[in-house]
């Protein structure tokens, strides 16, 4: 290979880049196949997706950017993808692009091609520009560009084989000089004043390149003026700061506006000029309202566009749980017997009692407490991905939007608070589409709020014990509660932790696809196999320390008084005498609702020796309860800590422990306080 | 010469004319990633006084469909005129 190249190690790395939605998750998919694996950036919530692409007998590294529309300081994904091509240094940046879309696309090309990225462009969704009439001479595209272009249908597999070649071409060659845009005479000479400190200044002429660096410094680029002023201690950086200081004002002054828009300004310029050269025909006159126009007047109708949303969103609802049922229980059913049957083995072979129970009951359980959210969650996403892909989710998200305002969340933020009704795992992980950082910690933080399908069957054994007449009012107001609680709580972590206005909706509304099954079962895989692989071993480890506490020690009943585990609910009972539930089976039976929330009904069946078919019996029986403390019981079931499948996921999606243990330690003493106050307030006010 | 007003009023089926973004950097830099940079041409697909407007905006070719905040149209100074026929997109 290419001589000329300085030693480079072994295995060459190739970085996609692009906007979202132009089909870089199918150019990965093309180009890596099964050879793939997803991590998180350090410190940060966003994924980081990573494969193997073997091309004519050599292994390349292939890595997914976030998909972003800049490079700037905006967002979390802007930071990664720029310091990544900037400090990482891939060999080779193939950068996907919408041919329909091409103006707004270019924009971030032509930020790669400034920082001095190696780039090869995918000039993507080929056919559908042709369909539009949109002929665009990719020749001319990387004349003009000094960048190779290789026209593709992502879809159809079309192109991708040039594609690699062209990379693995580009990986020999030496690598181009950065893109010189002319910003006119008065930017540019302030650009060579700060390149020449720049260039004199060893430690940061070797990290940034220097034209780029000038060009960020007058933009104002909050985080590259960060990145220097750490380097204080060479007293260059401080010169070159005060320099860019100076040149902003100057031209600020000079040019009446502020550098970073004119700059901005130049940049489009240079691309509207690219575009008029390399499109050979715009499109023919065309009509002022397009198909998806007309889908959008109603879908997006004032009045018609809320009940149409909601129907969807009931409609994806409705499928997923009801097809996801009969396989969940079916799983359940099949592990149940796997481990009855490899317990009666290991008995039949003298076992210890112990070791059969811990195998039928903490590996078999714990596995099978892993399966049964297969089904949902995959179907879930499934439905998902078809309304993404197709582009109708975007639409949700614009209805929503003003709903969602006022109670200070963003439009996309519904989606997730929506399917915390069916379970709080995908909702979380729903929340990836929230962009701004604060918007998604919220609306994570306040999900498990949403009473889940689990907690139903606690609402209902309680409700139509004590509540008979009066069941569906029971169980919807602690619906209710549970949207107004989370309602209350955005706010107050907003004015507490994540100030500032909720992010400004801006987006776009991509024009309406036919889904492709392949993209679909694309990225339904990616988020469901995420979760098992994930949050897999977090609620295996719980569930086999619930099993070792209800079992040990060696030779009690399983859950009984004399067990840890009824231990540990005599410790905690007496916190709970405030709230009208402080005995010992009502706390065991909480600290196995944290496993699974429907775990309450079995475990109080089991404390009280009735079995969970007739744990209602139990329970009026045992003389414990009052309809008022059922009701106090049945608030803190809804509010106090998540199941473990649900903080694992937090901690997934937030890569925080910190907020981990946050989400966990304000819903527990929320759910006390509330508790508390319920019985209390109820009692003053005569009920019993 | 029309008056400038708010994009928040611009009336739906006009063509606007970008001539100011008021807001802080955040706000800036976000429109300017998606293309709304000051002169740029776009059209008012949906306004219903209610809810996020609906722009087309231009880029000569293709026509992206940009749904905008109230709050954030309201901070974006526009210039409307009339349509020019057939040019959805035209990028002038
Ligand atoms: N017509 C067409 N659709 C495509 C093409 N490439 C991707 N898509 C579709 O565009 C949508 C977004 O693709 P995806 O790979 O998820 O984009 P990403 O957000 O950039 O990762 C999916 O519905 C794809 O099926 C293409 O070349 N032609």
New binding site residues.
């Given amino acids: 290979m290419g001589a000329t190249v300085k030693s480079r190690p072994e295995i060459q790395t190739i970085a996609l880049a ?1 906007n ?8 990965f998919n093309a180009l890596t196949g099964a050879r793939q694996y997803v991590g998180n950036w350090p410190g940060v919530t966003v994924e980081k997706k990573e494969g193997r692409l073997i091309h004519e007998g050599r292994t390349y590294h292939v890595i997914d950017l976030p ?1 972003t529309y800049s490079l700037s300081a905006y967002s979390e994904d802007e930071v990664i993808a720029r310091n990544y091509i900037l400090f990482d240094k891939p060999h080779v940046v193939i950068n ?1 692009v919408d041919a329909t879309n091409l103006e707004r696309n270019l924009y971030l090309t032509t930020l790669l091609l400034e920082m001095g990225a190696n780039v090869v462009m995918a000039l ?5 520009a042709q369909q539009r009439n949109i002929e665009i001479d990719p020749n001319r595209l990387s004349q003009l560009l000094g960048i190779p272009v290789v026209p ?5 597999n079309q192109g991708i084989k040039e594609l690699i070649a062209r990379a693995v071409e580009r990986m020999a060659a030496p690598s181009p000089a950065p893109l010189k845009i002319d910003y006119g005479k008065d930017i540019e000479g302030e650009i060579e004043k700060l390149q020449e400190l720049i260039e004199k200044t060893p430690v940061i002429k070797d990290r940034y390149p220097s034209r780029w660096l000038a060009l960020k410094l007058l933009e104002g680029d909050r985080r590259v003026i960060e990145e220097i002023k750490e380097i204080k201690w060479d007293k260059n950086a401080e010169k070159i700061l005060i320099q860019a200081e100076e040149s902003r004002r100057y031209l600020s002054e000079l040019l009446g506006d502020d550098p970073e828009t004119l700059i901005v300004d130049r940049r489009y310029g240079f691309i509207a000029g690219l575009v008029r050269e390399a499109v050979k025909k715009k499109p023919g006159v065309e009509k002022r309202l397009t198909l998806s126009d007309k889908i959008d007047a109603i879908v997006t109708h004032r009045y018609l566009g809320l009940p149409i949303f909601l129907v969807a969103m009931w409609a994806v609802f409705e499928l997923t749980f009801r097809l996801a049922e009969p396989l969940s229980e079916w799983l359940e059913e099949a592990f149940g017997w796997l481990g009855e049957a490899s317990a009666g083995w290991l008995a039949s072979m003298g076992a210890p009692e112990i070791l059969a129970s811990f195998v039928k009951d903490g590996l078999f359980g714990g596995v099978g407490a892993v399966l049964v959210f297969i089904p949902p969650i995959f179907l879930l996403f499934f439905f998902i991905s078809l309304l993404e ?1 197709s582009g109708y989710m975007a639409r949700g998200a614009y209805v929503m939007d003003r709903i969602m305002h006022s109670f200070g969340l963003h439009g996309k933020s519904f989606i997730p608070m929506l399917l915390g009704f069916g379970c709080n795992v995908p909702a979380i992980m729903a929340t990836r589409t929230l962009e701004n950082r604060s918007d998604r910690m919220i609306t994570i933080l306040i999900n498990p709020l949403m009473s889940c399908m689990a907690r139903l069957p606690v609402y209902l054994l309680f409700a139509m014990t004590f509540f008979p007449e009066h069941t569906g009012i029971v169980v919807f107001s602690l619906y209710l509660l549970g949207i107004l609680l989370a309602i209350l709580m955005g706010r107050l972590f907003r004015a507490l932790f994540f100030k500032g206005e909720v992010a400004p909706f801006v987006m776009e509304l991509p024009p309406y ?1 036919m ?2 099954a392949k ?1 679909v079962l694309i ?1 339904m895989w990616d988020r469901g196999s995420a979760f098992i692989r994930k949050a897999g071993t977090i609620i295996l480890a719980v569930v086999i320390l619930v099993w070792a506490l209800a079992n040990l020690p060696v030779g009690v009943e399983y859950a009984s008084e004399e067990s840890w585990l009824g231990q540990l609910g005599s410790v905690f009972a007496p916190l709970f005498q405030p709230a009208g539930f402080g005995h010992w089976q009502a706390a065991v039976a909480l600290i196995t609702g944290i496993l699974a929330k429907e775990a309450v009904v079995g475990t109080l069946g089991a404390v009280y020796g009735v079995g969970e078919e007739k744990a209602h019996v139990g329970i009026l029986e045992s003389g414990h309860w009052t309809p008022l403390s059922a009701y106090a019981f049945l608030v803190m079931t809804l509010i106090y800590i998540p199941c473990v499948a649900t903080i694992a996921v937090i901690r997934r999606e937030t890569n925080s422990w910190k907020w981990t243990a946050f989400a966990v330690a304000y819903t527990l003493v929320l759910g006390w306080i509330t508790a508390v106050l319920i019985y209390q307030v109820g009692r003053l006010l005569g009920f019993s | 010469m029309a008056a400038v007003v708010p994009l928040e009023f611009a009336r739906p089926g006009k063509d606007v004319i970008i001539k100011e973004v008021a807001g802080g950097m955040g706000i800036r830099r976000r429109l300017t990633d998606l293309g709304l940079v000051k002169g740029a041409r776009a059209h008012v697909v949906r306004n219903d006084g209610f809810g996020p407007l609906i722009l087309a905006l231009g880029d000569g070719v293709s026509c992206c469909r940009l749904a905008i905040g109230r709050g954030m149209a309201h901070k974006i100074m526009v210039e409307e005129r009339e349509p020019v026929d057939g040019s959805l997109c035209s990028s002038e």
């Fill in positions: 692009g979202l939605n132009v089909g870089k998750t199918c150019i998909g996907v993507n969704m080929m056919d559908e593709t249908v992502a879809t159809r892909d696809r889904p492709t993209s990225h």
